[in-house]
């Protein structure tokens, strides 16, 4: 009787954990979802309070945002494999070969990402929506399955947009679109802290919440992973399949599942009558998706986009007269999250066989790529973002290798040695390799979402060659070193100057009070020669009493190696006080922000400055701009943007006077349309025949002018130009460079100080640029400087910055700021 007694407890028990009463999202918040937005807190408040309550929920922190917003994932399924996720995991990662035992799985794994962009806002109330379902009426689908729910990737872009809205809205809400709850101001809510584009940084991982989020997503390689969107107000839902083009990466399994997935949804929005599309607009082809880079690590990636976006609020009469709710998008969220869930759940065996699959890489076109070691920062840079995705490499040995050279653009050979990186394809991650180091993007619809371009021994600036054969190569266990000393009877210190590493060691220089200088001419001391550009930190101009100490501390820091010299006389070259070496002195940097820049650009300088360069600059608003008095900086930068609004003459006329009393504007992108064809400037556009004559009509039938279209635009296109690189603005780059062209405009050459710019061949070595736009390219400027006094203009028109990878523009910057018109005081 006793036994008997226990073991109705145990049950009681039991059944109380497995069916404990938990509250609805509704019921824990005061609130029904959709009639307000849930600031973060809270979502962690709801997803805290049901993996208290629920043996079968587990919550994991993962990392923390730049404004200190913490980052949760939820693992949801049944207790049996809740019990036993860690063996899941790693049965899961043996099929990739990440890990060597062999174990089979059998769980579906489906990752759940909500929030990616911060004012696409209804996805976090669905995401506490579905994670309800899931636990209380769709609990039979956990048996085979495993879901990972991360209820927002941008936490601090989301509060943003949650909190002004908060502000401003009517009560409950008005839904005219002219309201002010409907039209966010500058920047909005959609990019995270540094107002960088979440959903464009999953393979460069620049940001902190990409780099937490893909080491936690690596520990896993889930089976189907789905970011939560929004769009315009007037759009139907969106959901897979996705729109051409598809990087040739992706097998016909994950193509034909997208459909599979798609079908299911529709059957839930047919039987409610909702509207959606599918197969349009939205691609699989830039690797840095949240739909695509999970899709070149072997899952079904998919994106859904819900009408909304930041404009929609809690509610907002649509063009067609629709009363569109948060309500209602939430709702629709829920249900294609759940739909992907069960249909998961009903192939789970298939999604496994199909997944083991896609980590067989014998039938890629290359099987190395081998990177030249001409610069060891370089080098050390491209490692961290490599080791971020866990995707090996190795040092090359010593011979000739065939295949396709990168700078050349042709078939041919390069001489490599044990210093030589190499990135095999033969590894678990080597379709992902294939994808980002590849020479040239196969396309096959010239109509798509984003940049069709990103090789990166480009982005990177490296010799480089891509063979069909693997080649020989050894694991080297390297580390580099320097050996600084304190030589208290140096007449000077030496640094090199060509990377972003020796940019960020003279900034902390200048912010301790170190005045260093630069050769603008080729000098060689003691048997050490050195290239324009090298630093020179004279003991005459730094007399305080601990100079040495601190500047090898500096130079410790930044891992720079210092050579010495007994005297400031030169073997060969200029002496060391000739008026070609120049002091730098520390510079005051203003960057404009507000209305009229671009908030993408904006975040690029200011992140690269707080971030990379770790030097100071003062952020000044469109607003006041005109009333700030510009002698207090001796630098300032205006990001792309469209100022014809905030230039006008009399600003024009300040600046222009600030610059010939010695100040340095630095202008990117579409700033230079400020510029161009007006008095005082020596920037001149080019346009081809078509654009001017704008009065022809234009006889394209209706269904052909999107595509005609496309010959006129550029979708992200790298392009080789020549370098004058004994210019300042170009000190530590070769005589080439590969850009990133993004915009169709043009710039005909300067009639003095053409740094950078594309010559009579342009042409685009790997991606989409339409007809027109080459046909005005050629000859064209990149990057120069426009001398105005004691001072000078600097037009940037491809951006060095962009998106912060394309990693081998952030010395163009640097030189910018510190190696023009610095050695004057002003």
């Not at 097998?251 to 079908?263: A, L, P, S, V």
Request: charged share 25%; proline share 4%.
């Amino acid at each position: 009787m006793k036994i008997k007694s226990l073991l109705i407890i145990a049950l009681f028990s039991l059944s109380t954990v497995i069916g404990q009463e938990i509250q609805s999202p509704s019921a824990f918040l005061g609130y029904e979802i959709g009639s307000r937005f849930t600031r973060h807190h809270k979502v962690v408040d709801y997803f805290k309070y049901v993996s208290e309550t629920l043996t079968n929920v587990q919550l994991e922190k993962y990392g923390e945002t730049n404004e200190h917003r913490p980052l949760y994932v939820s693992y949801i399924s049944s207790q049996e494999n809740i019990d036993n996720l860690e063996n899941i995991r790693k049965a899961n990662l043996s099929q990739t070969g990440i890990l060597s035992e062999k174990t089979a799985n059998k769980k579906a794994i489906v990752w759940l990402s909500y929030n990616v962009h911060g004012n696409e806002a209804s996805s976090t109330e669905a995401a506490m929506l579905t994670l309800y379902e899931l636990v209380t009426s769709k609990k039979a689908w956990l048996e085979n399955t495993v879901v990972i729910l991360d209820p927002c990737i941008n936490p601090d872009g989301r509060d943003r947009y949650v909190n002004w809205y908060n502000q401003v809205k009517s009560t409950p809400f008005d839904i005219d679109q002219d309201a002010k709850e409907h039209n966010e101001p500058w920047p909005g809510g959609r990019p995270n802290h540094y107002l960088f584009d979440l959903n464009r940084d999953w393979a460069w991982a620049t940001q902190v919440e990409s780099q937490q989020r893909i080491k936690i997503y690596n520990q896993w390689m889930p089976h189907i992973h789905v970011d939560f969107h929004e769009q315009g107000i007037n759009s139907p839902y969106y959901f897979a399949p996705a729109a051409a083009p598809f990087h040739e990466i992706i097998t016909d399994w994950q193509r034909d599942f997208q459909t599979e997935i798609g079908k299911n949804h529709a059957k839930y929005f047919d039987k409610e009558s909702w509207l959606y599309f599918t197969k349009e607009s939205f691609d699989l082809l830039y690797p840095s998706y949240g739909d695509t880079y999970p899709t070149f690590m072997g899952a079904i990636g998919m994106t859904y986009e819900q009408a909304g976006h930041g404009r929609a609020g809690l509610a907002i009469k649509t063009d067609e007269g629709e009363v569109l709710t948060l309500k209602d998008r939430a709702l629709h969220h829920k249900t294609t999250g759940l739909s992907t869930v069960e249909i998961a759940s009903q192939n789970a065996e298939k999604l496994n066989s199909e997944f083991k699959k896609y980590f067989d890489n014998s039938d890629l076109k290359y099987k190395s790529f081998v990177l030249k070691n001409d610069n060891q920062d370089k080098i050390n840079r491209l490692k961290l973002l490599l080791d971020k995705h866990e995707i090996t490499y190795q040092n090359a040995k010593k011979g000739t290798v065939k295949g396709y050279v990168y700078n050349t653009l042709q078939e041919g050979k390069l001489n490599v040695d044990e210093t030589d990186l190499v990135i095999h394809t033969n590894q678990p991650k080597g379709k992902m390799v294939n994808v980002l180091f590849e020479p040239k993007v196969k396309i096959l619809d010239s109509l798509t979402y984003d940049i069709t371009a990103w090789s990166i021994p480009y982005a990177h600036g490296f010799h480089a060659i891509a063979s069909k054969t693997s080649i020989p190569s050894i694991s080297k266990d390297e580390k580099f070193s320097f050996d600084n000393n304190i030589d208290k009877t140096a007449y000077a210190y030496i640094a090199k100057w060509n990377s972003l590493n020796d940019a960020t060691f003279l900034a902390e220089l200048l912010k301790n009070g170190i005045v260093p200088r630069f050769s603008e001419k080729p000098f060689t001391t003691n048997g050490v020669a050195f290239d324009r550009g090298s630093l020179i930190i004279l003991r005459n101009d730094n007399k305080q009493k601990d100079f040495d100490e601190k500047l090898i501390q500096i130079a410790d820091k930044n891992m720079r190696q210092l050579t010495t010299t007994p005297s400031g006389f030169s073997d060969a070259g200029v002496d060391f006080g000739s008026y070609s070496v120049k002091p730098i002195n520390k510079q005051k940097v203003a960057l404009l922000s507000g209305e009229g820049t671009s908030s993408l650009s904006f975040g690029e300088i200011w992140h690269f400055f707080e971030t990379e360069l770790q030097y100071p600059l003062t952020i000044i608003d469109s607003d006041y701009f005109s009333s700030v008095d510009f002698s207090n900086y001796d630098v300032i930068i205006l990001p792309n943007g469209y100022y014809s609004r905030i230039l006008n003459k009399n600003t024009l006329e300040d600046l222009s006077s600030w610059v010939r009393s010695g100040g340095t504007l630095i202008a990117i992108d579409g700033a230079l349309n400020s510029f161009a064809d007006k008095k005082g400037f020596s920037l001149k556009r080019k346009e081809n025949k078509e654009e001017k004559d704008d009065e022809k009509p234009n006889m394209t039938p209706y269904a052909a002018q999107e595509r005609e279209n496309a010959n006129n635009l550029i979708a992200g296109a790298i392009f080789k130009s020549k370098v004058d690189n004994t210019h300042p603005l170009a000190f530590g780059y070769t005589s080439e460079y590969f850009t990133l062209k993004r915009s169709s405009s043009a710039y005909q050459y300067l009639p003095n100080g053409n740094v950078a710019y594309l010559t009579e061949n342009a042409k685009s070595i790997s991606g989409f640029a339409g007809v027109k736009v080459l046909e005005k390219l050629p000859e064209t400027l990149l990057f120069g400087e426009e001398r105005k006094g004691r001072g000078s203009i600097v037009y940037m028109v491809d951006n060095p910055l962009f998106r912060s990878f394309w990693d081998n523009g952030k010395l163009f910057m640097a030189n910018a700021v510190f190696l023009l018109n610095s050695d004057k005081l002003k």
